[in-house]
């Protein structure tokens, strides 16, 4: 089921941007950060980005691994994402859904929730603050029975913990600070699966 794309839901005047592709029918929700768990980021001057044209858009190579029956039949697959460069002009919402769909190639998510705003907006839905979850648990209370997020940031890790779910770190090259303190991480989005039953 396609549902509408561009759904939004006004929170403290500054909205997030919502793409809803296919429908939360599992008890559970896998919140997912984008750019370095799904695809590559992009350095700038040795600082950490996200894809600002289609050249620059990698999805990782074991992404396919999220479209593991186990986790998709338990879990619903929820993007949340900052991408700043929306409120920039660096880039649009044309890009962001062009990213999506090309996750959605490799594995079935159900929903991206984008905070565009940047830091100094104050805006409650830019990780880490946690108002994009506030509003999922709010609008979808069957659907966060379990809850567990994946993130190679400090923002996502921070994020998890004000929610108090589970926090997974994505290891990469860059934050060997945030998996030395990460309880659980994964070097390959494989060891997804059995990691959830572990810790859920």
């Known amino acids: 089921m396609l549902w509408h794309q561009n759904i939004r839901f006004k929170l403290n005047r500054l909205e997030p941007v919502l793409f809803f592709y296919r429908e939360l029918s599992a008890e559970n929700t896998l919140y997912l950060d984008r750019d370095g768990v799904l695809n590559k980021v992009v350095l700038r001057d040795s600082e950490i980005s996200s894809p600002r044209i289609e050249a620059e858009i990698q999805i990782a190579e074991d992404v396919v691994h999220l479209a593991n029956h186990r986790i998709v039949s338990d879990w ?15 880039i649009d919402n ?7 769909n090309l996750i959605l190639e490799h594995v079935p998510i159900n929903a991206v929730f984008c905070c565009p705003h940047l830091k100094e907006s104050m805006c409650e839905c830019r990780k880490p603050k946690t ?8 609008d979808y209370p069957g659907a966060v029975k379990k809850e567990c997020m994946i993130g190679d940031r400090q923002t996502d890790f921070e994020c998890a913990q004000l929610a108090c779910i589970n926090f997974i770190a994505r290891e990469r090259e860059y934050n060997s600070e945030l998996v030395g303190k990460s309880e ?3 070097s390959s989005l494989k060891q997804v699966a059995t990691m959830l039953e572990v810790i859920t």
């Open 131 to 138: 108002g994009i979850i506030d509003r999922f648990r709010q």
């Open 76 to 90: 619903n697959l929820v993007v949340i994402t900052n991408q700043p460069d929306v409120s920039r002009k660096y």
């Open 184 to 186: 659980f991480k994964v």
């Open 94 to 100: 044309q890009f962001l859904e062009r990213i999506n």
